[in-house]
């Protein structure tokens, strides 16, 4: 195998040489995994706060089984995914195998349980002080939940970033559910995979370089903007 | 329901008294009681707070201050008894008329401000009147320089001001604290006691847990004295002070340790 | 909240263009056809000619067949004929057509320890191989070229399984993560010509061993069966197989090159 340097200059290569087809697949990747996390995060972030704050018969079952599902194996979900979508599954009038969209329910189901647990340890800790402040205030449990998500938006932002993570890192699922169609579902991962069984190496650990510095370009986004939401005042109503 | 009580909206001068049409007092326990796996840590067979200057509930740790602070607040469900609030039972419509400041202030992570409109959107005011109200709030507490500033870089004394004009946001009947200055310097102390003199002396019935005589001196109207769980007496703050009938007001007011 | 308001915008920024409504189909294929670049270079022609885009999932013959049996593709271009010769005599598929072929290789280290160098017998290098207790790595994944390579073994009379695990190395994976594991191991691996051939981290390997008929790698081209998936768009995978056998597309098949080098043989008869 060459030098990593090399790697480094191809990769930079590819970037700067503005390659239509990479910037395609970038571009997918980020559609994909930033649609399936503001999916996640939706479900996830009120049902973690459900669980950390509610009282309810199962509750420690449910966060056992959320918990337990942060490690679900992509191939597992995928395959699942794979057979409810396939054509001869129960959502396969929907047609919706080999599309981005289902890249996004396997995503999705690989994501949520993340957010949910981690935000719930969040939730249930900040909860613990503010419990009896919020009771005062006449919030009972499930109402204190939007002042919780508020006061705990930079460590959930946090959570929500390990779900990014998760999501555009991932390639077991939806190398199996998307297909790795090339211009319909190829993503950075499935690119890679491809370029890997291919024994084009150097161009593998290149296009790895280019998905390691998209993350991190988002996560200094991310921080960016949550630096600005804590110094100014908020626009939370 | 909606108020539309004058003292909301109008006058700055009246910013820390409670809404109109409030009768939540007397506040009164009978046979309030709360026991944990058998152990009895309270034990009130009858107690009444009623409207007037502030009522202090003094005792050494561990005497049940807290806790009856918490009954009366309704935070605590209690094991036997009941509170009553203006002779209704204490449940959600008379829970809004009470505020509680705790022994370490509480601050949501937002601008002063914020804070405060906290406070106010949970007394269910309109917009416009909120805006006002904010203002006055912030004067009376001395924090109109700060509002902008974010509530947990205030200073220790800042930040329980801030929290006692929180809880006034919402114009309740009753302002409950729980020794709100234990861990504030002499100058801090002041300025939360002057905020308390002034909400009392526009109608806001101040119950205020302390084990601190000198406060007891300066603040109170009436005492509360409990003793491991019991109320030993309730007495006029004079006659507490110069003339404690129960002998462990009277132990401890002399310094001895009580335990 | 603002970080709604994040993903919102993200998600916009990503929206890319990708939304093709034109008239595809999905082809069910295996990775030597892809990885090889040999659809990269033919289909192109067959899009421009008929608007049909061709949607290529590229997986071991196995998992093909599998995908194509529960409906999921509309053509299924693989190499293994016994197993497609079941898919359609089970009804899954209308008909089999020949389209090409090319042939597998034993690929291995320079040292090669087994001795198996410039030899025209598949089955006596296996046996070498394995009487050298040299390392062999195998797909494992009932792909064609597993399938293809089971039959040699059963020639040489070694019970593979039983050495599983030791000498013989089943990595369960495609063609590319075999060979990335043979280099690594210094292990011997059957391969096709073609996937060789464009594969870029040959490390030491040489073809050792070519030549043998049993060798041999045909390729079938197979419409899913629309009575059986009524969503299969018959008609244009139809069209695309009469491409493919065809003379143009037989033609674009002759004219692929890797290195210079063809790598696959049109085969489909006279129709």
Do not use: C
């Not at chain 1, 957010?115 to 969040?122: D, E, I, K, N, Y």
């Not at chain 3, 093909?64 to 509309?74: M, S, T, W």
């Not at chain 3, 009932?142 to 020639?155: P, Q």
Request: proline residues 5%; charged residues 15%; neutral net charge.
């Amino acid at each position: 195998m060459t030098g990593f340097g090399e790697t480094l200059g191809q990769a930079l290569w590819l970037i700067l040489s503005g390659d239509a087809d990479l910037w395609a697949i970038i571009l997918l990747s980020l559609r994909v995994s930033l649609t399936a996390l503001a999916i996640a995060t939706l479900i996830g972030l009120p049902l973690g706060a459900a669980l950390a704050v509610g009282r309810f018969p199962g509750r420690r079952t449910v966060i056992t089984i959320v918990s337990a599902m942060m490690g679900l194996p992509p191939v597992v979900v995928g395959l699942a995914v794979y057979l409810m979508l396939s054509a001869s599954g129960p959502f396969g009038i929907f047609d919706l195998l080999y599309t981005p969209a289902a890249m996004i329910i396997a995503q999705v189901v690989l994501v949520t349980p993340i957010v949910a647990a981690l935000s719930r340890q969040v939730i249930a800790d900040l909860h613990t002080d503010l419990a009896e402040q919020l009771d005062s205030f006449g919030l009972r449990p499930l109402a204190r939940i939007p002042t919780l998500l508020w006061e705990g938006r930079t460590s959930l932002m946090t959570v929500v970033l390990a779900g990014f993570g998760r999501a555009i890192a991932e390639v077991g699922a939806v190398i199996i559910v998307g297909g790795n169609i090339n211009h319909v579902t190829r993503v950075m991962t499935t690119a890679i995979a491809l370029e890997t069984s291919k024994g084009n190496l150097t161009l593998a650990l290149a296009l790895g370089t280019v998905l390691i510095t998209m993350a991190i370009a988002i996560n200094a986004l991310v921080g960016v903007l949550g630096a600005r939401a804590r110094s100014g005042v908020p626009a939370h109503a | 329901m909606r108020d539309t009580g004058q003292s909301f909206t109008g006058g700055d001068a009246r910013a820390l008294a409670p809404r109109a049409r409030g009768r939540t007092l007397p506040l009164v326990a009978r046979h309030l009681g709360y026991s944990i796996d058998g152990k009895v840590l309270l034990n009130i067979p009858d107690l009444a707070i009623h409207p007037g200057g502030p009522t202090v509930i003094m005792g050494p740790n561990g005497a049940g201050k807290s806790l009856l602070l918490r009954l009366f607040h309704g935070l605590i469900q209690p094991t036997q008894g009941e509170v009553r609030a203006g002779g209704q039972p204490l449940g959600p419509a008379t829970r809004r008329r009470q505020a509680m400041v705790f022994q370490r202030p509480v601050l949501l992570r937002r601008s002063v401000a914020a804070n405060v409109r906290f406070g106010l959107r949970r007394a269910g005011l309109p917009r416009a009147a909120r805006r006002d109200r904010l203002d006055a709030l912030l004067a009376e507490g001395d924090l109109s320089g700060k509002a902008g500033q974010l509530a947990t870089t205030l200073s220790g004394g800042e930040q329980q001001r801030l929290a006692v004009m929180r809880a006034l946001a919402t114009a309740p009947d009753i302002l409950f604290l729980d020794e709100p200055t234990s861990s504030l310097d002499p100058a801090a102390t002041q300025a939360i006691e002057d905020l308390l003199r002034r909400a009392s002396a526009q109608g806001t019935k101040i119950v205020l847990v302390t084990h601190d005589p000198g406060q007891v001196r300066r603040l109170a109207e009436d005492v509360v004295f409990l003793h491991r769980g019991q109320m030993a007496e309730q007495s006029p703050v004079d006659r507490f002070l110069s003339d404690a009938r129960s002998a462990a007001a009277r132990d401890f007011l002399s310094g001895d340790l009580l335990v | 909240m603002r970080m709604i308001f994040l993903f919102l915008a993200g998600w916009l920024a990503a929206m890319a263009p990708a939304l093709a409504g034109e008239r595809h189909i999905l082809l069910q294929s295996t990775t030597s056809t892809q990885n090889s670049g040999l659809l990269d270079a033919i289909l192109p022609a067959f899009e421009a000619a008929t608007g049909i885009e061709v949607r290529v999932v590229a997986v071991g013959t196995g998992q093909a067949i599998r995908n194509a049996e529960r409906g999921d593709g509309d053509v299924l271009l693989v190499h293994a004929r016994a197993a497609e010769e079941a898919f359609v005599a089970a009804g899954w598929g209308v008909a089999r057509h020949d389209v090409m072929f090319n042939d597998f290789v034993l690929v291995g280290p320079q040292d090669d320890p087994a001795g198996i160098a410039g030899g025209a017998d598949a089955v006596a290098a296996l046996a070498a191989i394995a009487a050298a207790d040299a390392p062999f790595a195998s797909r494992g994944d009932r792909s064609g070229t597993h399938l293809a390579e089971l039959a040699l073994w059963a020639d040489t009379g070694v019970d593979v399984a039983a050495a599983s695990g030791g000498w013989y190395r089943e990595t369960g994976s495609g063609m590319g993560a075999t060979l990335n594991t043979g280099v690594g191991l210094d292990a011997y691996v059957l391969t096709d010509r073609a996937t060789w051939a464009a594969f870029g981290n040959k490390g030491g390997h040489t073809i050792l061993v070519e030549g043998d008929p049993r060798l041999h790698n045909p390729y079938g081209v197979i419409l899913v069966n629309p009575a059986r998936h009524p969503h299969v768009d018959a008609e244009a995978g139809q069209a695309f197989i009469d491409w493919l056998t065809g003379p143009e597309g037989q033609a674009a098949i002759a004219d692929f090159r890797v290195d210079g080098a063809q790598v696959f043989f049109p085969s489909a008869g006279p129709s």
